[in-house]
């Protein structure tokens, strides 16, 4: 998956870690790709980073927004809260969730090879 590519800064980044229950996935998998999705037509919305869960469930999950007020309409959007609060009872351990402002970014890209 390539890397978000984003205007300059500044914009805001939310890092929202977190680590998975034991439970089978039932529906883990559908609901993040359907959050991602709907994050995505979000007004503000700029890009999101992903990794992949190590052995232990830990993953970490980085969305980027033009401005602060998009952050809290993404979190008043109602499918996103009943997302939310099927994490807290069924899929996550723990998470944390971190809202910073981005001053500088840059960028590197391999050139591609003939």
Not at 35 to 61: C, N, V
């Amino acid at each position: 998956m390539p890397l978000s590519r984003l205007p300059s800064p500044p914009y805001y980044a939310v890092i929202f870690a977190s680590v998975r229950t034991d439970e089978d996935d039932e529906g883990y998998g559908i609901t993040a790709t359907e959050m991602s999705h709907l994050a995505a037509k979000q007004e503000g919305y700029l890009g999101q980073d992903s990794t992949a869960r190590d052995g232990e469930g830990m993953g970490i999950t980085v969305s980027y927004w033009r401005d602060e007020a998009s952050i809290h309409a993404w979190k008043k959007q109602l499918d996103h809260t009943v997302a939310r609060n099927m994490g807290r009872e069924k899929w996550y351990k723990s998470y944390t969730l971190r809202v910073a402002r981005v001053e500088r970014a840059y960028d590197f890209d391999r050139p591609e090879q003939a």
